[in-house]
């Protein structure tokens, strides 16, 4: 990765924004050899704390750019989620394991966000494709049929200048300039709140249950979470008349965080942040016009009470980067780029959604709903299925496209993830698909499935009874999926069709030779 290019002339991506989405988006790119130039308002990695978790299914994607260990290292598994009363007493407790699930890592992660953006920079500067432009403004970005014209600004410099793109990306931010270029607006989910924001650094133990705190107050909701090794975080919802102003000084600060810090002396700790947010829930009523789409913030804006901010951006960057990637090459027919808004649309409004909706059930009510919480909440902590509801990190399965192939009158696992499971001692299914279309499959593969896998040099992995994938297969009543690059079942059932069955067939250029072997990892797998 260059980080101080000359200017270039043409670049066929160009990405607004290098914050994980723009990052993650060219980091899957240059996986597949696609160039891509990355304009960045900022010199180098913001450095004020912002998200703080992720799941095992953003996680996933992390390991497939090749920080997965890394990861591991600067963030901690969530340990589950603790619902207080005002007075902070317990009203239900759901405990997670910080075992791997079902895609191998915890289900829960925290970390630091200006720590995993430096993790996928340094990623990034393996790959010679990926150039990174940081301190330029982007001004306008334009589209007349052709190529996207991108001008920017130099904002150290002043010197102006252009680039031409086959396609523009725009993963910059809530305040985006790619979405107002495209002219399009977004749509209210008719939720603002104000809250403040605190981090603060201690080298002291402060003794608390390592979970999530949810203070379920009507008149001051609050979350308190240990992020890393030293480092707490809180947010408290504000009153009408209050701003982060009032919050400045250590003095003012210390009535809010004393019921967690009573013990603590004024030098035993660094407040490094207090800020004031307002936590929306908004998406973008257009998410592509011709060869310009949103990603990330710039496409919804989501409340923090799910986790699923920053997450929802790295999962725009891997449903569209590989379908970007097959258009470019020839592999995949253009108008497969409508499947990203098709797909990626309904998912993250249904993740806003019940965002909106555990905050509202945690926040409003007045004195009537902290005496249903106080009635209701410990005798439905109790019940399986509201425990597994709460503690699950399974996310809404894709809706039907032309790459998710769902029948109406049952039920398959198209349009949700194929487990990470075990292949062998050292392998997951993720390294063995490598980013390529993947048949799993328990019978020996037909010779139109061959051919298929050909066209789009994937890979043929023949599974086995008592392995992990199989017992999958079989709970779904399935003999075989067709798995997606970024890991989404396409298609599954007792045979599967080509996908080729549903788009027109690629072009001569598109045929990438013979796949990779049948891979037989053998029955006890």
């Not at 598994?77 to 407790?93: H, I, S, Y």
């Not at 799910?306 to 929802?312: D, E, K, N, P």
């Amino acid at each position: 990765m260059s980080t101080h290019p000359a200017p270039q002339a043409h670049s066929p991506v160009v990405i607004v924004g290098a914050g994980p989405t723009g990052l993650t988006a060219a980091t899957l790119l240059a996986q597949y050899g696609v160039e891509t130039l990355l304009l960045e308002r900022w010199p180098g990695v913001h450095a004020r704390p912002r998200a703080v978790h992720l799941d095992d299914e953003v996680y996933r994607i992390l390991a497939r750019l090749g920080i997965g260990e890394q990861f591991a290292a600067v963030s901690r598994p969530g340990q589950g989620l603790r619902l207080l009363d005002p007075r902070l007493r317990v009203l239900a407790e759901f405990r997670r394991s910080a075992e791997p699930g079902v895609h191998g890592y915890p289900a829960a992660n925290m970390y630091d966000q200006p720590d995993l953006e430096a993790l996928l920079r340094g990623n990034l500067a393996r790959y010679p494709s990926a150039t990174l432009h940081s301190g330029v403004e982007v001004t306008a970005i334009d589209q007349d049929g052709g190529p996207v014209t991108v001008s920017y600004t130099d904002r150290a410099s002043g010197t102006r200048s252009t680039v031409t793109a086959s396609y523009v990306l725009g993963c910059d931010g809530a305040n985006s300039v790619t979405r107002t270029a495209i002219g399009t607006r977004t749509k209210d989910l008719g939720f603002a709140q104000r809250w403040l924001v605190v981090d603060l650094a201690t080298e002291a133990d402060l003794g608390h249950w390592e979970g999530v705190h949810q203070v379920c107050d009507p008149h001051r909701a609050a979350t308190f979470m240990r992020v890393g090794a030293t480092r707490y975080r809180w947010e408290f919802r504000l009153l009408p008349h209050e701003s982060s102003d009032d919050f400045q000084q250590p003095r003012q600060l210390r009535p809010l965080i004393a019921p967690w810090t009573a013990d603590l002396a004024p030098d035993q700790f660094q407040v490094l942040r207090v800020a004031e947010y307002t936590f929306r829930a908004q998406i973008a009523r257009t998410w592509r016009d011709r060869r310009v789409f949103l990603l990330g913030d710039a496409a919804h804006l989501t409340p923090p009470f799910i986790g699923q901010g920053l997450g929802a951006g790295v999962r725009d960057a891997a449903n569209l980067a590989w379908k970007l990637a097959g258009v470019l090459n020839g592999s995949w027919p253009e108008h497969v780029l409508d499947s990203y808004q098709a797909e990626r649309k309904p998912h993250a409004t249904a993740m806003i959604r019940l965002a909106k909706l555990i905050g509202t059930v945690m926040t409003r009510g007045g004195r009537t709903g902290n005496a249903l919480r106080a009635a209701l909440l410990p005798r439905l902590s109790r019940l399986p299925a509201v425990r597994r509801q709460v503690l699950t990190s399974r996310t809404p399965a894709l809706h039907r496209s032309a790459l998710v192939v769902r029948p109406r009158l049952r039920r398959t696992p198209a349009g949700t993830l194929c487990p990470n499971a075990r292949i062998n001692d050292t392998q997951r299914f993720d390294d063995l698909a490598a980013g390529r279309l993947t048949l799993v499959t328990v019978d020996e593969p037909t010779t139109r499935q061959v051919e298929m896998i050909t066209r789009h040099g994937g890979r043929i992995l023949i599974v086995f009874p008592g392995s992990e994938l199989f017992r999958w297969l079989h709970a779904a009543r399935m003999l075989a999926a067709l798995v997606r690059p970024d890991g989404t079942v396409l298609s599954a059932g007792h045979g599967v069709g080509s996908p080729e069955d549903r788009l027109h067939r690629p072009t001569a250029a598109a045929t990438t030779g013979r796949p990779s072997p049948p891979h037989r990892p053998g029955p006890d797998a």
